[in-house]
């Protein structure tokens, strides 16, 4: 048998929400008959860009919402964040430089990193106010 | 994720199971600390347990690694799944820590 | 958070399919939120719909594709069942007698009646050579 | 589903455990018949366990009747899950069957 398909979910700014997120993406992974590996990096990648959201996009702690779509099809995943907060663009981000030894590597930084080396395609668009980030990933 | 603690040696042994990320990376950090209060920098991480790490969790790993430096002291970070050994191998982590496969080999090496 | 979304399966005409098939129902009535009698109630459905297709739909024992597909939005479930067999149209089959004493009642003939009984709405049509059974059920 | 017999004055008990459908259907009526053969047709069947039917299972649950009645035994069915019994009610075999809320009750009914 055969799976794919499109889900999608609408988080509110809140930590807690990445908790159920991660359950919710098990689930779609196992689904999709996803590996153990491939769904942590799923996982990972979203806990990445949806925490930068909730730490750094919006300047109030006001209630937003955050819009994901997870696609699977032909082989390829296909996740779509958006939200309201200030326009940011992550693929603008130079990489830390990993190489430092550890007395002066940044203990931060990671996280736009990972996303850019886990993912096969990473795509950044401002859109109707909206930041609208599009990540890729060939699957099996 | 759980944390529990056990002497082997001149070293902390800490088990790790389960997930860190940014909903409870603080409360590895605590414990972290908690241990350097203590003057305990000889660590040994057992990573057996653990399935799931963001960098938030790779940000608590850097910064022990960096404090137990500074103050001499030993982290040995041992039997990580494959998949979290990617994770450090893409970060750069991999050359930054002291690594053993197995708890057995970490012990041997102290 | 909420999560709502569209789920394509292609299932081969083997029994096996409806075991492999029920397992990942309850995932995606898990991610859904659907209560336990909800998610019997649909991989019921999903049974007697299948089932059906697999005994009566090919005269022969040759290789057949099933297409199935699960749609969860704005509270309403919705089902769409094609395949490639003889054309049959459940909505027109009458129901059994069920008020019948055990003696005289027939022990089979429910599976449709189910169908019927469980959704809200049942549509059938015959288009470019195959049965397309749509089925819709309120949730919440 | 998993099928387990037990005797309890002059009945068998039967508990059924998962799932009744079209791939097992077809177990569960041969255990029965092998009860008919054995000359058992005092049946009580206790589906607390059991979580899932569909018109398959139905149909043996049925079919067991009518082999029950025939030869004037006994056939009570118990504990059925809310969801379950709504399938039955739904079917109009509630009526069809002596359905008990408990073992208990069925047992004092015998
Ligand atoms: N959505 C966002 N809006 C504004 N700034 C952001 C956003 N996401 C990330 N940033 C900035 O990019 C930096 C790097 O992010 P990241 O690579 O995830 O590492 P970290 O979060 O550990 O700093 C952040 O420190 C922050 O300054
Ligand atoms: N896809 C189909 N193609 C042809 N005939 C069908 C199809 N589905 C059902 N039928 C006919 O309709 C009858 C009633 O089906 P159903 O209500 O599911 O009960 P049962 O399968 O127990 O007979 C079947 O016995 C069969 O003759």
Not at chain 1, 44 to 60: G, H, R, T, W
Not at chain 1, 78 to 100: A, C
Not at chain 2, 57 to 83: H, Y
Request: aromatic share 8%; glycine share 4%.
């Amino acid at each position: 048998m055969e799976a794919k398909g499109k889900i999608q979910f609408v988080l509110d700014n809140k930590v807690d929400e990445l908790s159920l997120l991660s359950a919710k993406v098990e689930t779609m992974a196992d689904l999709w008959d996803f590996s153990d590996s491939q769904t942590m990096n799923l996982n990972l990648v979203l806990e990445e860009a949806i925490s930068n959201i909730l730490f750094y996009a919006f300047d109030d702690d006001s209630e937003q919402k955050i819009y994901l779509i997870l696609e699977y099809d032909d082989e390829t995943l296909s996740v779509e964040i958006m939200d309201s907060g200030k326009p940011f663009d992550p693929t603008r981000q130079g990489p830390p430089d990993i190489t430092l030894p550890a007395e002066e590597r940044s203990i931060g930084g990671l996280g736009i990193f990972l996303i850019n080396k886990l993912m096969d395609h990473v795509e950044y668009c401002r859109k109707e106010n909206m930041n609208m980030l599009t990540l890729k990933k060939r699957i099996k | 994720m759980n944390i529990s603690f056990e002497t082997k040696s001149n070293f902390t042994v800490i088990h790790l199971t389960g997930r860190i990320d940014v909903t409870n990376s603080n409360d590895l950090e605590t414990e972290l600390i908690r241990l350097f209060e203590d003057d305990r920098y000889n660590l040994l991480i057992n990573c057996a347990e653990l399935n799931y790490i963001s960098s938030s969790g790779l940000r608590v790993f850097l910064l022990a690694q960096k404090k137990v430096m500074a103050a001499q002291g030993d982290l040995i970070i041992c039997s990580l799944q494959p998949m979290i050994r990617e994770i450090f191998d893409i970060s750069g982590l991999s050359t930054i820590f002291k690594i053993c496969k197995s708890e057995e080999e970490a012990l041997q090496k102290i």
